[in-house]
């Protein structure tokens, strides 16, 4: 492949001893024919690593440019989740192997239960976890991990399993810190992935952010961006703008002082920057 560049994103250690790139490619809401076209953009700009998930619908798409694009596969860190319908442990073997066969490949570095669904399946995402472990066992997921788990559903886990959630993949922007969820996390060895991390956009227009990129000749979503890497957050924006793709990677020649991070820490407003569904509640299962 042509243009690539050298990787300047860093890794962050995962509590099995596997290592993922801080900065990857989210497809959310990429439509399934748009998304080989867009991942091999983010190859090329640099991505090594493509957030995907069965509720997208666009697992085929992120497998066939990873190949098109010529790179080795273990040369780019891919993710899925687990769609909501499937937590029941026959259906979400099925549903495993049927994402493995969508993205043509035999493992996935990292899968996660996409929801807790606490209000469903009588509330046992016991089971579904214990079945992650199976896959992590038999090497076909390389890291398994959890998305939109709160702090109780997090402690089930630890006290009830074997394995602890390699990462949870919550929302996290500089409106919605998601403090109690995070510092749970990092306290118990689970790595924070922060899903939206631009606020699907809505930082664009913030003063704060405003002011700061104006000061060192960045945009406001790369000061965004840079706020959480420098948080030690692993970030996935999605963008479909090939020049956005490369604005979003080029974060790691400048740096905050802690004045400008304690500015952005300020912009926090609790639950009510909440900008997605909450988790305790959230029950919608695709057709
Ligand atoms: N686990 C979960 O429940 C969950 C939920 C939501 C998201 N996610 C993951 O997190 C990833 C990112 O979240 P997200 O896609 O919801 O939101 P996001 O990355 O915060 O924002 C995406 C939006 O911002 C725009 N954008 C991107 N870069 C920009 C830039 N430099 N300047 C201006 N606008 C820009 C994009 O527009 P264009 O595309 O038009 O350029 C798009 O409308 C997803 O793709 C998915 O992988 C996970």
Redesign the pocket.
Known sequence: MSNVRTSTVPTIDLNDGHAIPQLGF????IPPKDTASAVSLALEVGYRHI?TAEMYGNEQGVGDAVRASGLDRADVFITS?LNNGFHRPDDARRAFAQTLSELGTDYVDLFLI?WPLPTLYDGDYVSTWKTLEEFRQDGRARSIGV??FQVDHLERLVAECDVVPAVN?IELQPYFHNTDVDAYGRAHGIATEA???????KV?NDPTLNEIAGRLGK?P?QVALRWHIQRGNIV??????PA?MQ??FELFDFQLEPDDIEKIDALDRGEEGRD?LHPDTMDYIPS
């Open positions: 989210g497809v959310f809401q957030d989740k996409h998305s939109n993949q899903w939206a991390p631009i606020a699907k956009g664009l945009s979503v996935f924006p999605k963008s479909v703008t956005r604005e979003n997605g």
